[in-house]
């Protein structure tokens, strides 16, 4: 198996886990009304991202891809920005409501980066 084979894999497995473990956060925090409290929760997220983060970087060197180029790519990159945005955004609101409804957009961005990536329609 080639490098790039390997660390895509990496990549694909990091962010399953890191979207799961989002999704499984705001549900804790925002709709059972927990808090995060546990090291693991609160701290191994920022591992997890710091992982996907460093393999995305590797892919991208490898494959030599240009935002602008790859239509598809422009838009992941702008999607992942936006999405951590408004994923902080959720946590940080104090209206419920609201917070579970920029949960649910940032859920529903995650799934759109998971889907051009996936997919490259663009």
């Keep these: 198996m080639s490098t790039y084979e ?3 894999m990496l990549h694909i497995a990091l962010a399953l886990i890191s979207g799961l473990g989002f999704a499984l956060r705001g549900f804790i925090r925002l709709v059972l009304q927990r808090t995060l409290a546990h090291p693991l ?5 920022h591992l997890i991202d710091t992982l996907l983060l460093a393999s995305g970087i590797g892919l991208w060197l490898i494959l030599g891809l240009s935002p602008f180029a790859a239509g598809w790519f422009g838009v992941k990159l702008f999607l992942v920005v936006v ?3 408004v ?3 959720a946590f940080r609101l ?5 917070a579970v409804l ?3 957009a940032a859920l529903g ?11 490259k329609p663009i």
């Design 94 to 98: 104090h209206h419920q409501g609201a």
């Design 102 to 104: 920029v949960y649910l």
């Design 83 to 85: 999405y951590v945005l």
């Design 87 to 89: 994923g902080i955004t």
């Design 109 to 119: 961005i995650f799934l759109s980066v998971a889907w051009l990536a996936l997919f």
């Design 6 to 8: 390997l660390l895509k």
């Design 41 to 45: 929760v609160r701290f191994g997220p």
